[in-house]
C-alpha cells in the first residue's frame, strides 16, 4: 500500500500526512511546550492520519445531510478563534497545543462546523443533546463503513467498529511485558 489512508476515492499519500507531522513538530520548537501533553512520534503519526480520515467522513456526512460551509464562514470561524485566544501571536501555541498543523487548521474548522450543525439539527430535529454523541459516532461508523477505509499499517489498524485507527503491534506480539 503505497497511499498512508486511503477513504473512498480520496488517497491520502504518506508524505501528506508525514509533512502534518512535519508541521507540528517545527511549530513545537517555537512554542514553550513545557505545560503541554504533546503526542508521542507514533501517536502523532496516527492521529494525523487519523484526522485526514475524519475530514473525509464528516465532508460526507455533510454531502448527505445537505450541510454547506463556505470559506467564508471557515475565515469568521478562524477570526473568531484568534480572537478568543488573545490574538494572532496566540495561534501557534494553540495549534501546538492542539496536535493541529497550521495547514489544516481550515480543514479543521470545517469539520468543526459540520459537527455543529449536525448537533444543532439533531436537536432541532426532536433529539436529545445526550443522545447526539451516540447518534453521531453511529453515523460517523456507518459513513467509514460506506466509504471504505484502507490504512497503512505504519499508522496502525484501522477498527471499523470504532472508525479509528487503533494502534497496532509492531513487533505482532513477538515481545511481552515482564510478568
Request: hydrophobic share 40%.
Amino acid at each position: 500500500m503505497s497511499e498512508g489512508v486511503s477513504i473512498g476515492d480520496k488517497d491520502f499519500s504518506i508524505n501528506q500526512i508525514q509533512q502534518s507531522v512535519d508541521q507540528i513538530l517545527e511549530s513545537r520548537k517555537t512554542v514553550d511546550t513545557s505545560q503541554l501533553n504533546n503526542l508521542s512520534a507514533p501517536d502523532l503519526l496516527r492521529g494525523q492520519a487519523q484526522f485526514f480520515i475524519a475530514s473525509e467522513i464528516f465532508s460526507q456526512i455533510a454531502t448527505d445531510l445537505s450541510i454547506e460551509v463556505t470559506p467564508s464562514e471557515i475565515a469568521d470561524r478562524r477570526t473568531q478563534i484568534i480572537a478568543s485566544l488573545g490574538g494572532e501571536s496566540k495561534l501557534p501555541a494553540a495549534l501546538v497545543g492542539a496536535n493541529l498543523a497550521a495547514s489544516d487548521l481550515d480543514t479543521n474548522l470545517k469539520t468543526l462546523i459540520i459537527s455543529e450543525r449536525m448537533q444543532s439539527n439533531f436537536i432541532n430535529s426532536g433529539g436529545l443533546e445526550t443522545e447526539y454523541f451516540a447518534y453521531l459516532q453511529d453515523l460517523i461508523v456507518k459513513t467509514a463503513k460506506k466509504l471504505g477505509v484502507k490504512v497503512n499499517p505504519k499508522y496502525g489498524k484501522w477498527n471499523s467498529e470504532t472508525a479509528s485507527i487503533d494502534a497496532s503491534d509492531s513487533t505482532d506480539g513477538a515481545v511481552t511485558g515482564l510478568p
